[in-house]
């Protein structure tokens, strides 16, 4: 994985008033319904949703869209959800605004499930999968969104990756993520979307 700002506190104050930004120009941002609907029943298929009641968090989630489609179609399983929204922008509206790389104190092993497509803007990702893996209940999931947009590509230098910056400063290699995920959660689910292919949504997931 490749950081912009190279993994350096001396460069969280940067970082975080350039996410405020990115949020600024992205904050009314939508994905399909229809993608939450696949990949909750895509999870669902492997029994990890068998509670009647269950939370979870969207975290970067920008407004409550996620939110929202997390706790319709999870109602539509039977379940009742308690979803929250994070993000980090004084302005947004979500239901707690605070750094997802430094989640509060009394979020330990609070929740069943965690969803976030924003790897891309973690300050340290593998300090950052660290820190969500805390607030994850035992036997609970961590499901990650990621684009082709955000991904190395062999024969490229960093530099010519156009969605490697100031504001998707987080550049992910696959493999890596996976040998990292497998190492430190029990339960995990990665959905990748390739940009270069087509526009549906593709999926590569482990369960452990």
């Not at 229809?34 to 989630?61: R, S, T, V």
């Not at 979500?94 to 924003?118: E, G, M, R, T």
């Not at 950052?128 to 499901?143: C, H, N, P, Q, S």
């Amino acid at each position: 994985m490749k950081s912009f700002f190279k993994n350096n506190k001396k460069n969280y104050q940067e970082y975080l008033k350039t996410q405020e930004y990115h949020w600024s120009v992205k904050n009314s941002k939508i994905r399909n319904k229809f993608e939450y609907h696949a990949i909750i029943n895509h999870i669902d298929d492997a029994n990890i949703f068998n509670k009647k009641k269950i939370n979870g968090l969207c975290l970067g989630a920008r407004n409550n869209y996620e939110r929202d489609c997390f706790v319709y179609y999870l109602n539509e399983l039977g379940i009742t959800a308690d979803v929250l929204s994070v993000d980090l922008s004084e302005k947004a509206n979500v239901d707690i605004k605070c750094d997802f790389n430094n989640l509060p104190q009394n979020f330990a092993n609070k929740y069943n499930f965690i969803y976030s497509n924003c790897l891309d803007h973690t300050f340290d990702l593998k300090e950052t999968l660290k820190e969500w893996k805390r607030v994850v209940v035992d036997g609970g999931i961590l499901i990650l969104g990621v684009s082709s947009q955000n991904t190395e590509k062999e024969g490229l230098d960093v530099d010519q990756h156009s969605h490697f910056d100031k504001q998707n400063c987080t550049l992910i290699n696959i493999k890596e993520l996976e040998t990292f995920l497998k190492k430190e959660f029990k339960s995990f689910s990665v959905f990748y979307k390739n940009h270069e292919k087509t526009r549906s949504l593709g999926y590569d997931r482990e369960f452990m």
